[in-house]
């Protein structure tokens, strides 16, 4: 695979110094006195504040990452936080590279799946910015070359893995934690977490989120449905999705669109789909038994 430099060499982010406060999902509960004890206890046992104890794999700090990426006529916006990045090893052994999703960037709530709008997308990538998620450090750091893979199968195919990117972390990689991916593909009745800070719905401190496979397509598609039910899943699209054991068995895109449900009634609850690890891994041609060879050559 060859690193391609997609960023301007003279972008910089104006402003010297810019810092950015990490978002977390900060639930507001309203609180009032209550003559009746016992109402006031059920209604306790009942608030979203309440959680239960966090039972998920571990999660590093320098893992999760929120990017900042500016394509063509969007630029960035230090203020707005569209998606969540991830760290991770395509090779066990391998320099991380940084995994992160394109049509956040775009402003569109759908995955980028079609060859030619991939491509055009990628060549106006402009720059690309990181921070880290859950506020270890607020400083934003700067990514300079896109990877670019050979592409395996048939090109005119359309693919949820063509939504995603791969950036070379550079020096940055000498500050961060990465995962690995999953060396078995997720079920369907497993369990996966999504690992990023939410906006709403859960405990700022809950660093994943349970949900359980429901379907896994032939392209790759999963789909799937979180436990929290009040679960916000703004600024998720890029997420891993990790089993018991924390390594990557896929990447959260979205949330399923009304077409995407078949019955009368919708159903309740919060409801994802994103695309398998082995998908990413057999469309991107990479061998995770091949060992820790890196293949890349920069321009």
């Known amino acids: 695979m060859k690193i391609i430099n997609r960023m301007h060499p003279t972008a910089r982010l104006s402003g ?8 977390l999902a900060l639930g507001l509960v309203g609180c009032s006195v209550e003559s009746d004890s016992d109402a006031s206890t059920d209604r306790a046992a009942n608030s979203p504040a309440v959680v239960d104890r966090y039972r ?15 394509i063509n006529e969007f630029p960035i916006d ?8 991830f760290a991770a090893e395509l090779v066990p052994g391998d320099d991380p590279v940084m995994i992160m999703p394109l049509h956040p960037a ?4 759908d995955p980028i799946v079609n060859r030619d709008a991939a491509q055009a997308a990628r060549s106006g990538v402009t720059k690309i910015m990181v921070s880290e998620a859950f506020g270890a450090s607020d400083a934003m750091r700067q990514l300079r070359q896109i990877v670019e893979f050979n592409e395996a199968g048939e090109p005119d195919v359309d693919r949820w893995t063509r939504d995603l990117v791969a950036v ?7 500050g961060l934690r990465s995962l690995q991916f999953a060396t078995e593909t997720a079920d369907v009745g497993d369990t ?18 349970q949900a359980t496979v429901l379907r896994i397509a032939d392209d790759g598609r999963m789909e799937y449905r979180f436990a929290n039910s009040r679960l916000s899943l703004q600024a998720s699209a890029g ?5 018991d054991e924390g390594h990557v068995v896929g990447v959260h895109l979205a949330e399923p669109g009304n077409e995407d ?17 082995g998908e990413i891994l057999r469309a991107w041609g990479v061998e995770p038994a091949a060992g820790g060879q890196d293949e890349t050559t920069a321009e």
């Open 239 to 243: 997420a891993p999705l990790l089993d």
């Open 168 to 174: 070379s972390t550079g020096a940055l990689a000498r």
């Open 16 to 23: 010297a110094g810019l810092l950015l406060a990490p978002a």
């Open 56 to 70: 998920g794999p571990t999660v590093h700090d320098f893992t999760i990452w929120r990017p900042y990426v500016a």
């Open 78 to 85: 230090p203020d707005e936080i569209l998606a969540t990045a």
């Open 192 to 209: 996966v977490w999504m690992a990023t800070a939410v906006y709403a719905g859960a405990s700022p401190s809950r660093v994943a989120h």
């Open 106 to 109: 775009l402003q569109q709530p």
């Open 261 to 277: 449900n078949t019955d009368e009634q919708p159903k309740a609850g919060v409801f994802g789909f994103g695309v398998s690890a």
